[in-house]
C-alpha cells in the first residue's frame, strides 16, 4: 500500500490525544475512583452505566458490551471512521503535523503532509551549525559561562550546546544555502521577519536543542550572554509551532527515557543547567520544563514513560528553591499531584542551591544525596502552611489545623489520610483526635470552587472528596473492615490473580517463586491459598475455577473468585509471556520493596556504633534486595519468564 501515516506519528496522535476529552464529546462522564470515569455505554442501551475510561492509559473498556480500545478505536466505532481518518481528524485536534509514505497511489495527501520532515530537518541543520559556532572565537564568552559552571567540553557535546553568532543573519543565510525555504524557516521558528527582511530568532546567545523523545531536534532554549543584548530576558525559547509545543515537551527526556522507565523515577528541575548537573552527577532521570511552568501535558509524559498506573507506582521528585517561589511552586505541583499515581516527592537544598550550583560548590555526590534526601510533596506543603502560623497561641494553632485539614482531605489516597492527620497533630502540637476531628469536618464540608482548582480536585463526592452524608474517611473503630478490593493499592494483586484464575497454563512456571506474602490483601491472599493447595497455576485445565472454589471456605474470597473468573484483563489483547511477566515480576518486586522499607527503617533505628554486627548484617541484606528488585525489574521490563 502507498500513502499511509507513519507509525511513529500515529504513536504521537496516541500520545497527544486525551482520550477523556474526545469520550466527553459523546457520553457524559463522571469520576469512578482509581483515575478511571465512568457513563452510560454509547454502544448499547443500559440504564447504570458500565462504560469506563482510563485516561492515564488511554483506553475505553464497556463492561456491559465488551467495547474498548484506544481514542482510535473509540472514533472508529462511534463515527463510523476508517482507520486513517480517525488518526488525521484526531491529528487536526491535538496539532500534531502527519507524515505519508511516498507513493503515487490514491490515496489523498494532506497539503501539510511534507511540513513536520522538512521542519525537524531544518532544526537538526540548524543544532549542527549552532554546535560548530560554539568553537568560534566570538562564542568565548558561551565557552566561559559553562567552563564557570562545571561543564567541560565533552558535556557540551553530550547535550549539544551551541552558540548563535552575534550576526543577524548568519543562520538564515546557511539554511538558506541547504535549500530551505523563508516559510519553512518562519514556520519552524529559526526565523522571524521584519521591516528589513529575514533575521535569526537567536543570536549572541548559548544554545540548548530541545528533543523529542525520539532525539528529533525540535526547538531551542536560548541564554543571554551579552550585557548590550536588546532582549533583555535572560532566557529565550522557540516560539509556538507546528512542532513545539511547550507544554508539551520536556527539556533532557530523550537523554533519559531510559533511565525513567527502568528506575520508575523522574526528576523535575528548573533548569538546563540543572539537568546537565544531575545526568553529570549521576542522577540521569532528570528532565525540566522549557519556560512554562510543569503541567498536565508534562505529567501525561512522564506518566507514559514511568509506566505510572495503579499496577505499579513511581516516583515523581520536584526539586525546588526553599524561597517564597519555590513553595509557590510546591503548591502547583501539590495541586497537580492528582496526576499521578507514582507518589510525588520534594528535594531541597538546605542551603537553597539549585542542583547546577551544588554539584559545582560540593560534588556530584551532593546531588545524588538531595534526590535521596527527598521528603512526600505532601509533606513539604503541609509544612509550608503550618509556618505561616504562631504556633505558640491559640488560635494560631486553631488556624493553623483548619487550613492545613483542608490539604490532609484532598490527599489523593484515602487510605493515607488518617496517617497524614497524625502528622498533622505532630506538626500543630494538638491531640491527635483534634486533629482528626478537623480533618472530619473538612472532609464534610468539601473542598470550596477555588481550592478545587488549585488541587485539581474533583467536586465533593468524587474521589477527592466526601459528599454531605457520606461515610468519614475515618470508619469507628469498633467496625474494623477490610480495604475495597478494587482499591489501586491492590490493583497488580487483583490483576495477576485474574490471569492465574482466566489463563492459568500461560502463567504456569512464571509464577513458581510467587508466595503467599506477594498478597497484601487478605482476601487475595486465601485465593492464592487456593491456587497453591492444587499445586500452582501449571495445575490448571478443564474445571480450574471450580476446583478453586470447592477449595475457598471463605465467603468473601469466594466472592473474589467469582468476579476475578469474568472480569476482563486490563489488556485489550490475549495476554503473552511478556505480558504475564510483566505482572509477576513486578508483584514480587513490590514484595521486596516492602522489606527495603523494613530494613531501611531499621538502619535509620540502629546505631552502626554500638551495634556494629546488627548494622552490617542488615546493610549486606538491604544490597542483597536491592540486586534482587533489579533483576526483577529487568525480567518485568523484559517480559522475560525464564
Known sequence: MTGLIREEDIALVRER??????????????????????????????KSPSFHVTPSRGFFHCFGCGEGGDVIDFLMKID??????????????????????EGDGDRPQRRDANQRPRLIEAHKVAAAFYVEQLASPEALAGRKFLDERGFDKAAADTFGIGFAPRDGDALYKHLRQKGFSDQELVTGGLVAQGQRGHYDRFRGRLLWPIRETNGDVIGFGARRLFDDDRVEAKYLNTPETPIYKKSHVLYGIDLARRDIARSSQAVVVEGYTDVMACHLAGVPTAVATCGTSFGEDHARVLRRLLHDHEEFRGEVIFTFDGDEAGQRAALRAFGGDQQFVSQTYVAVEPGGLDPCDLRLQKGDAAVRELVARRIPLYRFVLGNVVSRYDLDRADGRIDALREAAK?????RDRSKVDAFARELSGMVGVDVEQARAEVRRAAARGPKA??????????????????????????????????????????????????????????????????????????????????????????????????LREKITDPAAAQ??????????????????????????????????????????????????EHATEYNRMFGELVALEQHRRNLRERAIGGDPT
Request: glycine share 10%; net charge neutral; aromatic share 6%.
Open 80 to 101: 463510523g471512521l476508517r482507520f486513517a481518518e480517525s488518526v488525521e481528524r484526531l491529528a487536526d485536534k491535538y496539532g500534531v503535523q502527519l507524515r505519508y509514505t
Open 560 to 609: 473474589a473468585l467469582n468476579a476475578l473468573a469474568v472480569e476482563p484483563l486490563l489488556s485489550v489483547r490475549e495476554p503473552d509471556a511478556a505480558y504475564v511477566a510483566g505482572h509477576v515480576f513486578r508483584l514480587q518486586e513490590l514484595t521486596v520493596l516492602r522489606r527495603i522499607g523494613e530494613v531501611k527503617s531499621k538502619l535509620q533505628r540502629t546505631n552502626p556504633v
Open 17 to 46: 490525544a486525551r482520550i477523556d476529552e474526545v469520550v466527553s464529546d459523546y457520553v457524559t462522564l463522571r469520576n469512578a475512583g482509581g483515575g478511571s470515569q465512568k457513563g452510560l455505554c454509547p454502544f448499547h442501551d443500559e
Open 407 to 411: 490539604l490532609v482531605v484532598s490527599i
Open 450 to 547: 477555588d481550592d478545587r482548582k488549585r488541587h485539581g480536585q474533583a467536586p465533593a463526592g468524587g474521589p477527592g472528596g466526601v459528599a454531605p452524608g457520606s461515610q468519614p474517611p475515618f470508619p469507628p473503630e469498633d467496625r474494623p473492615q477490610l480495604p475495597d478490593l478494587k482499591d489501586p493499592r491492590f490493583s497488580l494483586e487483583r490483576e495477576t490473580l485474574k490471569l492465574v484464575v482466566q489463563y492459568p497454563l500461560s502463567v504456569g512456571r512464571t509464577a513458581s517463586d510467587v508466595d503467599a506474602h506477594d498478597f497484601t490483601h487478605p482476601t487475595y491472599r486465601a485465593v492464592w491459598d487456593a491456587v497453591a493447595a492444587l499445586g500452582g497455576p501449571s495445575a490448571g485445565g478443564d474445571g480450574w475455577a471450580s476446583r
